[in-house]
């Protein structure tokens, strides 16, 4: 995964992005076959896609979504990366901590969202926070886990030469764990966007998890999965920031 | 950036002696090193050879200021040792190089610990960098290089830093015998150059007698000084000369002899 996402150059894009025209090649064969309602063409998807897109309303849904799934991801990514930083610097804090992470990260963190809607009402607020439950505690567990996984010999070399614990955080620890951090930030990524639906769709009156509830309600399937193909875009376009903040933050691989 | 450079230089031309007085040291119920009473003079090459287990490392690491001693102490030119000192640097067995850093950047990581600017960190590593024979691989990273290429990294970092003492801990363990004898006699030809005290902990006698003045022979178990050799083979040394000479056989024999009796 990481050679292709750390963009090695073109030519590795090519197979992924040859994968992608068979897939939709695939798609369009099987819809023409008519086999079922549930299976429409690739151009339908597209037609409608682009008719929902030009008539405004999915735009702004999927605006609506991104600024949601951005403030929830974005509080998440910091909360967790600096909880755990602190869980894996202090060993006993990390392992007090460590039974509740477990449960968290484990537990379906859908049921929470039902908790959230009394709590909050019907807002964006509810959506904010699921996201950010949905991609805190991956982040966390990974970063714990990449600054305890700091290689003990290189902490003892930096000693050697006289470093202090912030010298020694800065130049050891932390760079030690950052590629750790950024797997937690990538999966994070996709466990926030499956929060971002989780949430719309139990509001059922906001983002794009609106359009989803309307149309499969009302068994409109190709718009269904036009506003399926958008979440996905919202996922790709989130999944690609955090890769190109990979790409610039770790060179060395 | 003349100016820190001179000192620099100044500094090399003083090495200074290490003492250590009744060092015991354990871990838990093992006991690694017992009463370790042992010194080096300023500028001399010694060795410290030693069964597994006899607590070289872990001498290495007192003498350093890594690791505390349970009882006696370390002197350094007559101070004693509190911790770590730009006085000695440190040499890994496994190289411990940065692996996100370039060579140029794991050469200056004890100069950038210190707070040198960067024109004199740049400086400092350009010399060394060729110094070990490493120049134009600046920018290379570590897992780009040989092993024998990483330790002479390893080197490098330790020279830049312009320590009197130069502390390694089986640097050539993990290389191949043919890269082994390279690095060993670029390591001759460096210490006759900086005119540092060597201390070398290693577990190959051949190394021991072809590298050092003074061999010191650890027990097992818990560590304690056995024996002491001198090497009075003439510098300067070279595999051609010294390693066919009947003296160097006779010495990696003795050793051998005393390695034996411990057993």
């Given at each position: 995964?990481?050679?292709?996402?750390?963009?090695?150059?073109?030519a590795?894009?090519?197979?992924?992005?040859?994968?992608?025209?068979?897939?939709?090649?695939?798609?369009?064969?099987?819809?023409?076959?008519?086999?079922?309602?549930?299976?429409?063409?690739?151009?339908?998807?597209?037609?409608?896609?682009?008719?929902?897109?030009?008539?405004?309303?999915?735009?702004?849904?999927?605006?609506?979504?991104?600024?949601a799934?951005?403030?929830?991801?974005?509080?998440?990514?910091?909360?967790?990366?600096?909880?755990?930083?602190?869980?894996?610097?202090?060993?006993?804090?990390?392992?007090?901590?460590?039974?509740?992470?477990?449960?968290?990260?484990?537990?379906?963190?859908?049921?929470?969202?039902?908790?959230?809607?009394?709590?909050?009402?019907?807002?964006d607020?509810?959506?904010?926070?699921?996201?950010?439950?949905?991609?805190?505690?991956?982040?966390?567990?990974?970063?714990?886990?990449?600054?305890?996984?700091?290689d003990?010999?290189?902490?003892?070399?930096?000693?050697?030469?006289?470093?202090?614990?912030?010298?020694?955080?800065?130049?050891?620890?932390?760079?030690?764990?950052?590629?750790?951090?950024?797997?937690?930030?990538?999966?994070?990524?996709?466990?926030?966007?499956?929060?971002?639906?989780?949430?719309?769709?139990?509001?059922?009156?906001?983002?794009?998890?609106?359009?989803?509830?309307?149309?499969?309600?009302?068994f409109?399937?190709?718009?269904?999965?036009?506003?399926?193909?958008?979440?996905?875009?919202?996922?790709?376009?989130?999944?690609?920031?955090?890769?190109?903040?990979?790409?610039?933050?770790?060179?060395?691989? | 950036?003349?100016?820190?450079?001179?000192?620099?230089?100044?500094?090399a031309?003083h090495?200074?002696?290490?003492?250590?007085?009744?060092?015991?040291?354990?871990?838990?119920?093992?006991?690694?090193?017992?009463?370790?009473?042992l010194?080096?003079?300023?500028?001399?090459f010694?060795?410290?050879?030693?069964?597994?287990?006899?607590?070289?490392?872990?001498?290495?690491?007192?003498?350093?200021?890594?690791?505390?001693?349970?009882?006696?102490?370390?002197?350094?030119?007559?101070?004693?040792?509190?911790?770590?000192?730009?006085?000695?640097?440190?040499?890994?067995?496994?190289?411990?190089?940065?692996?996100?850093?370039?060579?140029?950047?794991?050469?200056?990581?004890?100069?950038?610990?210190?707070?040198?600017?960067?024109?004199?960190?740049?400086?400092?590593?350009?010399?060394?960098?060729?110094?070990?024979?490493?120049?134009?691989?600046?920018?290379?990273?570590?897992?780009?290089?040989?092993?024998?290429?990483?330790?002479?990294?390893?080197?490098?970092?330790?020279?830049?830093?312009?320590?009197?003492?130069?502390?390694m801990?089986?640097?050539?363990?993990?290389?191949?015998?043919?890269?082994?004898?390279?690095?060993?006699?670029?390591?001759?030809?460096?210490?006759?150059?900086?005119r540092?005290?060597?201390?070398?902990?290693?577990?190959?006698?051949?190394?021991?007698?072809?590298?050092?003045?003074?061999?010191?022979?650890?027990?097992?178990?818990?560590?304690?000084?056995?024996?002491?050799?001198?090497?009075?083979?003439?510098?300067?040394?070279?595999?051609?000369?010294?390693?066919?000479?009947?003296?160097?056989?006779?010495?990696?024999?003795?050793?051998?002899?005393?390695?034996?009796?411990?057993?």
């Amino acid at each position: 995964m990481n050679r292709v996402a750390r963009g090695e150059g073109m030519a590795d894009g090519l197979p992924t992005l040859g994968a992608l025209v068979a897939l939709m090649v695939a798609v369009e064969v099987v819809g023409r076959l008519d086999l079922s309602l549930f299976l429409p063409t690739f151009s339908a998807v597209a037609r409608v896609w682009w008719q929902l897109l030009q008539a405004g309303p999915l735009l702004g849904a999927a605006l609506k979504s991104l600024v949601a799934f951005g403030i929830g991801f974005g509080a998440a990514a910091a909360g967790g990366v600096v909880s755990g930083t602190v869980l894996g610097r202090f060993r006993l804090l990390g392992q007090v901590f460590d039974p509740f992470l477990n449960v968290m990260m484990s537990a379906p963190l859908v049921a929470f969202v039902p908790v959230l809607i009394t709590v909050f009402g019907i807002s964006d607020v509810v959506v904010i926070v699921t996201v950010f439950l949905f991609t805190f505690f991956v982040v966390v567990v990974n970063t714990r886990t990449g600054f305890e996984g700091t290689d003990r010999r290189l902490v003892e070399m930096a000693q050697s030469y006289g470093a202090g614990e912030v010298q020694l955080f800065l130049r050891v620890y932390l760079p030690s764990a950052l590629p750790a951090i950024m797997v937690g930030l990538q999966l994070g990524v996709v466990n926030g966007v499956k929060g971002l639906v989780v949430g719309e769709m139990l509001l059922a009156l906001v983002g794009l998890g609106e359009f989803l509830v309307r149309y499969a309600n009302v068994f409109l399937i190709t718009h269904l999965y036009a506003v399926i193909a958008t979440i996905m875009a919202v996922a790709l376009l989130a999944s690609y920031a955090v890769q190109l903040v990979d790409r610039v933050l770790i060179r060395w691989k | 950036m003349v100016g820190p450079l001179t000192n620099v230089q100044r500094s090399a031309t003083h090495p200074l002696g290490i003492a250590i007085r009744g060092v015991s040291k354990a871990f838990g119920r093992v006991r690694a090193l017992d009463d370790i009473t042992l010194s080096v003079e300023a500028g001399q090459f010694v060795a410290i050879i030693g069964p597994s287990g006899c607590g070289k490392t872990t001498l290495l690491k007192i003498v350093a200021g890594l690791l505390r001693p349970d009882a006696g102490r370390v002197e350094i030119g007559g101070v004693p040792v509190t911790g770590p000192g730009p006085d000695r640097a440190m040499v890994f067995q496994d190289f411990a190089l940065l692996p996100w850093a370039s060579v140029l950047r794991n050469v200056t990581f004890g100069l950038e610990v210190r707070g040198a600017p960067r024109p004199v960190r740049h400086a400092v590593a350009q010399r060394v960098i060729a110094k070990v024979g490493l120049a134009g691989f600046e920018h290379h990273y570590p897992h780009q290089l040989s092993g024998g290429m990483q330790q002479r990294v390893g080197l490098a970092r330790a020279l830049a830093v312009n320590p009197q003492i130069l502390l390694m801990d089986e640097p050539f363990a993990s290389v191949d015998e043919q890269t082994r004898r390279l690095l060993q006699d670029d390591l001759l030809t460096l210490w006759a150059d900086e005119r540092k005290t060597v201390l070398l902990v290693t577990h190959s006698m051949d190394e021991a007698i072809y590298l050092a003045d003074q061999v010191f022979v650890l027990s097992p178990r818990p560590g304690r000084l056995f024996r002491i050799i001198e090497v009075d083979l003439p510098r300067p040394r070279s595999s051609q000369t010294t390693r066919a000479s009947a003296a160097f056989g006779r010495l990696v024999e003795d050793l051998w002899g005393i390695l034996k009796e411990m057993q």
